[in-house]
């Protein structure tokens, strides 16, 4: 059963970096079977896509253009985990963060959806 | 980007009735439509992937099918723990897009 636990700071000042990280267990991050997204929920926005990190011999990246200057989505292979940086934070950034693993059903064209999720994580961009 | 509109935004609902949720895609999908559900301070949680294919574990009152860009959750028999908020997403092509959510409410 794959689990992803969540760590890092819940409060995080404007103009400042929001760093979170996200541990894997029963699955690797170096999986060529699936993705690993960060996914953020607000009243305003809604669930919000921000990009994901998967290796296919070799590692790649996709970002949300809303976040593409100021994101980081890192795997660490070492300790089985990725991490989540967010440069520059607003007010607006305020929300709670998912780690969450794209899983696919290994066919040609593969349907693919988010599954599991990490318990989520209250980030608020405050002085 | 895809957009995808749920409705109704929320809906009130006895136990044992049942309940249809509706969502339309910006453009064809192929399919490439998911359900979750979600209850207050959890993660959302798969139901239906693929538009109409019962994740593992997810009772079989839950159903999913499509016409067009018209996707559809039905649950056949509202029950109580089904009370919770319901999003559909579209996995077709990045960025992956979720509808508003809809608020199933005891009535």
């Known amino acids: 059963q794959v689990q992803l636990q969540q760590s890092g700071p819940g409060l995080v000042e404007p103009s400042q970096t929001l760093s979170l990280t996200c541990a894997i267990s029963?699955?690797?991050?170096?999986?060529?079977?699936?993705?690993w997204n960060w996914i953020r929920q607000s009243p305003s926005r809604g669930l919000e896509w921000l990009g994901r990190?998967?290796?296919?011999?070799?590692?790649?990246?996709d970002y949300a253009v809303s976040v593409k200057s100021r994101i980081t989505i890192n795997p660490d292979t070492s300790r089985n985990q990725l991490s989540l940086q967010l440069n520059s934070v607003t007010p607006e950034d305020t929300a709670v963060y998912y780690c969450?693993?794209?899983?696919?059903?290994?066919?040609?064209?593969?349907?693919?959806?988010?599954?599991?999720w990490g318990q989520g994580t209250l980030v608020t961009v405050s002085s | 980007d895809i957009q995808m509109t749920q409705s109704p935004s929320s809906l009130s609902a006895s136990v044992g009735d049942r309940v249809i949720i509706t969502c339309r895609a910006s453009?064809?999908?192929?399919?490439?439509l998911n359900w979750y559900q979600q209850k207050p301070g959890k993660a959302p949680k798969l139901l239906i992937y693929?538009?109409?294919n019962l994740q593992s574990g997810v009772p079989s009152r839950f159903s999913g099918s499509e016409s067009g860009t018209d996707f559809t959750l039905t649950i056949s028999s509202l029950q109580p723990e089904d009370f919770a908020t319901y999003y559909c997403?579209?996995?077709?092509?990045?960025?992956?897009?979720f509808g508003q959510g809809t608020k199933v409410e005891i009535k």
């Open positions: 029963g699955d690797s991050v170096s999986s060529n079977s699936a993705a």
């Open positions: 693929a538009s109409s």
């Open positions: 453009q064809s999908l192929s399919s490439y």
């Open positions: 990190t998967y290796y296919r011999s070799k590692w790649y990246n």
């Open positions: 997403q579209q996995s077709y092509g990045l960025p992956y897009t």
């Open positions: 969450v693993r794209t899983d696919y059903d290994g066919k040609p064209r593969p349907f693919n959806w988010f599954d599991p």
